[in-house]
C-alpha cells in the first residue's frame, strides 16, 4: 500500500523567511496530492493540492510542487506570518480509481515568531 | 458549507468496554474515513468505506471494526477498549469523484482509563 513520508517533523522560522515542507510517497499510481493545516484545537482542512499532471500549483504565499518521476512533492509558504503557524500534512491517493484512499505523512509542526 | 458532525468531542471509558464513536454528514458524500490521531504519528487510516454497508480495512484496523448501515452515518466501535486506544479520533468524508476535498469532523479526544 501507499506509504507517506513528511520532513521536517517540526520546523521553526521568523515571520516574513520562507518555510518547505518535503513529502515522498512509494505508489507510482498515486495521483492526487493535498495539503491540510490543523491549527491548535481545530480539524485538518484543505489548503492547496496537485495533480499528477502538473508539475505546480500557486495560491497567493503557498504553493505546492510535483517531482512524479521522484515520487516528491513540497509545499513552500513564503512570507510566513504568525497565522501560519500549525501542523500540517501532506497526503496521497489515486483519483477516479473504485475508492480514494487518502494516506497522510506524519505532519510538521510549523512555528512562526514574530 | 460540508457539515461533519461527530457524537462526543471528550469520551472517557474504562478498560474493556465497548465504546461506540459515531459521524455524521449532511453532504451525500460517498466516502466516509476514520483516523487516529497521534502526536508524531501523523493521521493514520483505521476504516474507510466507499458506499452504505461497504468498508475496508486501512492500515491499523487491529481492536476496531465499524458499521455504515445509512449514507450519512460511519460508526467506529471499539469491541473492548483498551489504554493503548486512548487518542484523538477524526472522521472524514469525501465525494466518491476523485481528487476532491476531505472534510474532517471536530474530533472526539477518547481516554480510556
Known amino acids: 500500500g501507499e506509504n507517506v513520508e513528511q520532513h521536517p517533523s517540526t520546523l521553526s522560522v521568523q515571520e516574513g523567511d520562507s518555510a518547505v515542507i518535503k513529502c515522498t510517497y512509494s505508489?507510482?499510481?498515486?495521483?492526487?496530492f493535498p495539503w491540510y493545516k490543523q491549527e491548535l484545537g481545530k480539524r485538518p482542512q484543505l489548503i492547496i493540492d496537485?495533480?499528477?499532471?502538473?508539475g505546480e500549483k500557486k495560491d497567493q504565499r503557498i504553493a505546492v510542487t510535483l517531482n512524479k518521476t521522484a515520487k516528491h512533492f513540497s509545499l513552500h509558504i513564503t512570507e510566513t506570518q504568525p497565522e501560519d503557524s500549525a501542523v500540517y500534512f501532506c497526503?496521497?491517493?489515486?483519483?477516479?480509481?473504485?475508492?480514494?484512499?487518502?494516506?497522510f505523512g506524519t505532519g510538521t509542526r510549523l512555528l512562526v515568531s514574530p | 458549507d460540508v457539515k461533519v458532525t461527530q457524537s462526543s468531542r471528550y469520551l472517557v471509558k474504562r478498560t474493556g468496554e465497548k465504546v461506540f464513536l459515531e459521524c455524521v454528514q449532511d453532504?451525500?458524500?460517498?466516502?466516509m474515513f476514520w483516523y487516529r490521531q497521534d502526536p508524531g504519528l501523523g493521521l493514520r487510516l483505521i476504516y474507510f468505506?466507499?458506499?452504505?454497508?461497504?468498508?475496508e480495512k486501512g492500515d491499523i484496523p487491529e481492536g476496531y471494526s465499524v458499521s455504515r448501515e445509512k449514507k450519512e452515518r460511519f460508526s467506529l466501535i471499539l469491541e473492548s477498549a483498551s489504554t493503548n486506544q486512548t487518542s484523538m479520533y477524526l472522521c472524514?468524508?469525501?465525494?466518491?469523484?476523485?481528487?476532491?476535498?476531505?472534510?474532517f469532523g471536530q474530533g472526539t479526544r477518547l481516554t480510556v482509563v
Open positions: 497526503a496521497a491517493s489515486k483519483e477516479n480509481t473504485g475508492f480514494q484512499k487518502l494516506v
Open positions: 472524514a468524508t469525501q465525494a466518491t469523484r476523485g481528487g476532491t476535498e476531505a472534510f
Open positions: 496537485i495533480r499528477s499532471n502538473v
Open positions: 468505506s466507499y458506499d452504505v454497508k461497504m468498508k
Open positions: 505508489d507510482s499510481a498515486s495521483n492526487y
Open positions: 453532504m451525500d458524500h460517498e466516502n
